[in-house]
């Protein structure tokens, strides 16, 4: 059971708007530290796809945004595409006794 | 382009000694940006951060491991290293390793393919 929760999964059909939420607490997204998102297609490795709240890496199409708010954060993807199906984790860092970098339990997206 | 791969054996039997080896190029492990961190992702499950290691040997493990694991580098060969002790079932995964970029927390630009470790007799 992860510190950060997230929703099993999501889904929306292409051309529509989803979010995935990242919900935490005051030891650990509460209490300042960012958060960043990966994308995970089955049978590969995550790839990082928003840093530090609202950051894109380089090649990262700007469907892809993140926001963030009190012990929350959220990953939204406009302009959904069947590509985008895949497991998205959020990640941060919590400061309670099992100090630790921290991962969500993930998000199965399917685009229907 | 930064690359890292896993590489070790893919079968350990319970009670041994887990290793693995990361080789990165294209890159250094000496570079004082970042962290060699290991990754691990039981089958069907999420990412549980294993630790990680920086150019000088200082290291930070997750405090559910850290009695079992070892992380260390060799910046001569460019690898950094992954010992996890007295395994069991439970840690059967896929280990992957990557690059930490240091920030607040550090976030994972670089990640290797992943290699299957089974723990099983």
């Known amino acids: 059971q992860s510190v950060l929760t997230q929703p099993p999964s999501v889904s929306g059909a292409p051309g529509q708007r989803v979010t995935i939420s990242c919900t935490g607490s005051s030891s650990n997204i509460g209490a300042g530290y960012d958060v960043h998102w990966y994308q995970q297609i089955p049978g590969t490795a995550p790839k990082l796809l928003i840093y530090a709240n609202n950051n894109r890496p380089s090649g990262v199409p700007d469907r892809f945004s993140g926001s963030k708010s009190g012990t929350s954060a959220s990953l939204a993807i406009t302009g959904l595409q069947a590509e985008d199906e895949a497991d998205y984790y959020c990640q941060s860092y919590d400061r309670s006794l099992s100090a630790s970098e921290v991962f969500g339990g993930g998000t199965k997206l399917t685009v229907l | 382009q930064v690359q890292l791969q896993e590489s070790g054996p893919g079968l350990v039997k319970p009670s041994e000694t887990l290793s693995l080896t990361c080789t990165v190029s294209g890159g250094s492990v000496s570079s004082g940006s970042f962290y060699w961190s290991w990754i691990r992702q039981p089958p069907g499950k999420g990412l549980e951060w294993i630790g990680y290691v920086y150019y000088s040997g200082t290291t930070n493990y997750n405090p559910s491991l850290k009695s079992r694991v070892t992380i260390s580098v060799d910046t001569s060969k460019n690898h950094f290293s992954l010992k996890l002790s007295s395994v069991t079932a439970a840690d059967t995964a896929v280990y992957y390793c990557?690059?930490?970029?240091?920030?607040?927390?550090?976030?994972?630009?670089?990640w290797g393919q992943g290699t299957l470790v089974t723990v099983s007799s």
């Open positions: 990557a690059r930490g970029h240091n920030w607040n927390p550090d976030y994972f630009d670089y």
